[in-house]
């Protein structure tokens, strides 16, 4: 749905940006329409780039109030410019909010006649646990059954850049990645596992520092057929 979404927001802008680069590599005339859809899509990066700087100010005030509930001097030498960083690495901890995978798939989705599994495994993911604000992080293993189309590999990763990046339950996260896949792609099945560590269960609560949550979505020929989701377990299986 968010694919879908973004796809009649930006599928002109996008579709432009291609052929402005085709046009760089000789194949046809730079446009009018080009010119103005690329200026366009600079303009909105532009637009989100100021968003974020114009609201640094309320974050550093309250990372800076956060600090002195805590007892803190704010003016001593190593806090002076401590909310700053924290709002800043906030903001981009969770830069996710400002993209959608039409963004980096659009132009990378290409027609091949391949219907057997695709896999891309042990993808490093880092989020924050959206109850404590603390970080979780470990691995996501991907596979998909191609339906006459595949993605280039590295979007897959991207994919989980995008939804990690915010603030997250492993649930949701795992099924939300699933869900994008199969609608930009509409495959025969799509399958996502996510084996992370949750400093919630590390550093506070509990305290158990070999604690593991694994997570997994399942969707289309993944679901049904047993004998398809018991290969996949099978292949992303660590040695």
Do not use: W
């Amino acid at each position: 749905m968010e694919y879908q979404k973004a796809t009649e927001m930006n599928g002109v802008c996008n579709g432009k940006i291609v052929n402005e680069f085709q046009c760089r590599n000789g194949f046809s005339e730079l446009s009018i329409e080009a010119k103005k859809a690329a200026l366009q899509c600079n303009h909105e990066k532009s637009r989100k780039e100021s968003e974020d700087e114009s609201k640094l100010p309320a974050l550093e005030a309250a990372y800076t109030t956060i600090l002195q509930g805590l007892g803190e001097n704010t003016d001593r030498q190593g806090l002076l410019r401590t909310p700053l960083r924290a709002a800043k690495a906030m903001q981009f901890l969770t830069k996710g909010y400002h993209e959608t995978i039409y963004d980096i798939l659009n132009d990378a989705i290409f027609d091949e006649d391949h219907d057997e599994m695709v896999i891309v495994k042990d993808i490093d993911m880092f989020s924050l646990c959206e109850h404590h604000l603390v970080p979780f992080f470990g691995k996501v293993h991907i596979g998909y059954l191609p339906s006459k189309k595949v993605v280039g590999l590295s979007k897959l990763a991207r994919i989980v850049e995008i939804y990690s990046r915010r603030l997250q339950v492993q649930e949701r996260l795992t099924k939300q990645i699933a869900q994008a896949i199969s609608e930009a792609l509409q495959p025969a099945g799509v399958a996502v596992v996510i084996e992370a560590a949750h400093m919630c269960m590390v550093m506070r609560g509990v305290q158990k520092m070999n604690s593991r949550t694994v997570t997994s979505a399942m969707l289309g020929v993944f679901r049904e057929d047993p004998k398809t989701r018991e290969e996949f377990l099978a292949l992303t299986k660590n040695s």
